[in-house]
């Protein structure tokens, strides 16, 4: 019994990989595809029909071109960077519930890799890592300009986080746990977050623009004054890690959004009908990747839309709006549970 639940978890940590990058790589695809629409151009079109295998022909590019480390930089931690930035993008998806589980032979199979019952505070955790990653290579680069992407990353991640956690306390508080599957299951039956938590659903939203370094809030890379901020040095594969972590945590916090506040894999009015679990359990994990692929268009459509902050507008938007705005948010919630004899 336990091989077998080994086994099936295994499984679907491979699954959850592999899903991650392939999302991930065409992802860059969809992006140039949505932008040229938006402009009104074609896009790419050679490789393959549609251009279709373009993110193919770019990681074969990415793999044969020249690695190049500068002599100047602090070698072992110029290495390092990439991979903690691509090794922490993927941690987080390992609390996440994918559906409601499989019974195989008389036997139940959760689609989540772990459910931890903190698991929100262990995305948090991981998220807090991520900017080490931009920070070391930004540092080991031994370039000015990298260095001012990697202080611009880590101050507007670490901002940003703040007001992030805060409109979770209030999600936290009114589901009265830290589980993320326990958060997917109270939403069955078209009660999503989003219906009661408006306000820190838009708060969440916008930090997870700044903590993807997405558009507006893509000062880190700012290529106008900045070359390619943080990984302007870096070449080859590695700087192919570095954009894979940020279409990854797009892709991550899509799903982190589509679960918290907007059900997850649980479909509104299906408990009208009778359907085999495993069948409704499949159905359930397509429609959570629908809500996925919403936020990632949506992600994309922000930046062909909306021009980028300045620097000191990012700052002021996070520390003088989002976090008041958070605080604020706890204390309706506090004061609508207690008026509504939730909490004595």
Known sequence: MLTSQLIFTIILIVAVFSISLVIAMYSTYAERKVAAFMQDRIGPNRAGPFGILQPLADGVKLFMKEEIIPTVSNRWLFIL????????????????????????????????????????????????????????????????????????????????????????????????????????????????????????????????????????????????????????????????????????????????????????????????????????SILGTVFLFGKIFFFIFFFMWIRWTIPRFRYDQLMNLGWKNLIPLAIANIFITGLVMWLTGKVS
Not at 106 to 130: P, R
């Open 81 to 280: 960077g990439p991979g903690v930035a691509m090794t922490t993008a993927l941690m987080t998806s390992a609390v996440l519930p994918w559906g409601k589980g499989l019974t195989i032979g008389g036997e139940f199979y959760a689609m989540q890799v772990t459910d931890v019952n903190i698991g929100i505070l262990y995305m948090f955790g991981v998220v807090s890592i991520g900017v080490y990653g931009i920070m070391i290579g930004g540092w080991a680069s031994n370039n000015k300009y990298s260095l001012m992407g990697a202080l611009r990353a880590s101050s507007q991640m670490i901002s940003y986080e703040i007001a992030m956690g805060l409109a979770i306390i209030a999600l936290v508080m009114m589901t009265g746990t830290l589980s993320v599957r326990e958060i997917a299951e109270q939403q069955a039956g078209a009660h999503w977050n989003v219906f009661y938590q408006p306000l820190g659903f838009l708060i969440f939203i916008v930090c997870a623009f700044a903590e993807c370094n997405r558009t507006p809030f893509d000062l880190p890379e700012c290529e106008s004054e900045l070359v390619g901020g943080y990984h302007t040095e870096y070449s080859s594969m590695k700087l192919g890690f570095y954009l894979f972590a940020e279409y990854i945590n797009m892709f991550i916090s899509s799903a982190v959004i589509s679960t918290l506040y907007f059900g997850g894999y649980n479909m509104p009015f299906i408990g009208r009908f009778v359907i085999d679990p495993n069948i409704l």
